[in-house]
C-alpha cells in the first residue's frame, strides 16, 4: 500500500479497532503483547509510516531504584545519577518522581500512581520486575544495566576493568587479586571481564584464588573485609588488588591496615566510580571516574528521544584517576595517555 496506510487501514487488515492500533502504535497501556507486536507486524507488511505517528510529550518521569541500592554504600554511586536527571528533567520542564522498590512491593499499583508517561530503572533489577514494567506500555531505559530487548546507557564498565588491572600490572605488580560483587550485576561481570582481559593481554596466568566474590546476604562492610581477609591469608598473597567499587576498595584498604601491610608499598588498591568519598581513606584511592551526573541526563535524553522501534545501548566513557593508593610520588606512566574509551 505504501506510504498513505492509516491506521483505518491497519485496522482493517488487522480486523480490530483503529484506537486499538493507535495504542499499539504509540505504546500505550491496556493492550495485552500479542496484540501489540500483532498490530506492528501487520504496519510493517502494509508499509505503514511510523514517522507519522506523533510521540506523546514526556510529562512526568519516574526514576526507580532497587532497595538493594538505597543503601549508604550504594548511595554515593546513585545519587548523583538521580541528581543528573532530575537536571535534565528540570531543564525540559519534566516532572521527576523516586521510587527505591523491591521485589515483593506491588509494584504496579505504585507506579499507577505515580502516573509517569517513562520510567528510568537505575541499577540492577530481576528481568521478571523489568517485564512487569514494560507491559504497562511505558517507555522504559535502563541506566547501570544491560538486557537485551531494552535501551539502555552503562558506563564502559569492561573497559575499566581493563584500564585497572593494567595499571597495576604497569606499577610492576605481578599478583593481582580481584574482589567482586554479586555477578548477577551486569556493571560487575564485566568490570570481572576487562580485569581478565588485561591478564589474559600481558600473558599472566589468571590464578583463581586471586578472584573473591563478597559473600551472599552479608552487606559490603562485612563481605569486602572478609573477602581481602581470604586474599590475605593465601600461601601467596596478592601485592595488588582491583576492588568491583570505591566503597569496598576503602573497607579493603582499612583491612590491610589493620593486619599491618603498608598501602601502596605492601599491596596497591584500585576502586571504581570515584565516589566523593574516594580521597578520604588513609590513601586517597586510584579509581575509575564515571560521569555521573551525566550518565543520569543520558538516560532522560534516551527517554526523550524515543520510542526506539529497535533498543538503543549506549556506552558512556570512563577514565582513570591515579592516585596515593597504588603509586608512590614520583611515579609516571611510560605513556602519558588520557585513560578514555569514547
Known sequence: ????????????????????????LKNEPGLTEATR??????????????CKLRPKRLRRLTFLLH??????????????????????????????????VGPADGLIDQIRMHAPDG???AGFFEPETLSALRSTGKQLVLIDMKLRGYSSVNPDNMMGG???TKHLIDTGRTRVGFISGPLAHYSIRER??????????EGILADPRLDVCLPDGVDLETGAWEAMEQ???LPHPPDAVFCYNDSAALVAMRCCLARGLKVPHDIAIVGFDDISTAVLGHRPLTTLRIDKKAL???GVELLLNGPHEVPVEKTSPVELIIRASTVLDGWRPKNLVTFKRT
Not at 44 to 50: I, K, M, N, P, V
Not at 82 to 93: D, F, I, S, V, Y
Request: proline content about 2%; aromatic content about 8%; hydrophobic content about 45%.
Open 1 to 24: 500500500m505504501g506510504t498513505n496506510v492509516t491506521i483505518r487501514d491497519i485496522a482493517r487488515v488487522a480486523g480490530v479497532s483503529a484506537g486499538t492500533i493507535s495504542r499499539a
Open 37 to 50: 507486536q500483532m498490530v506492528l507486524e501487520t504496519a510493517r507488511e502494509l508499509g505503514y509510516d511510523f
Open 67 to 100: 532497595r538493594q541500592h538505597n543503601t549508604a554504600s550504594s548511595s554515593p554511586f546513585y545519587s548523583p545519577v538521580l541528581h543528573g536527571a532530575e537536571e535534565a528533567c528540570r531543564k525540559q520542564g519534566i516532572v521527576l518522581s523516586f521510587m527505591a
Open 119 to 121: 520510567i528510568v530503572c
Open 162 to 164: 581493563y584500564l585497572a
Open 192 to 201: 570481572a571481564r576487562g580485569y581478565r582481559q588485561a591478564l589474559f593481554e
Open 231 to 233: 586474599l590475605l591469608d
Open 296 to 298: 543520569g541526563a543520558l
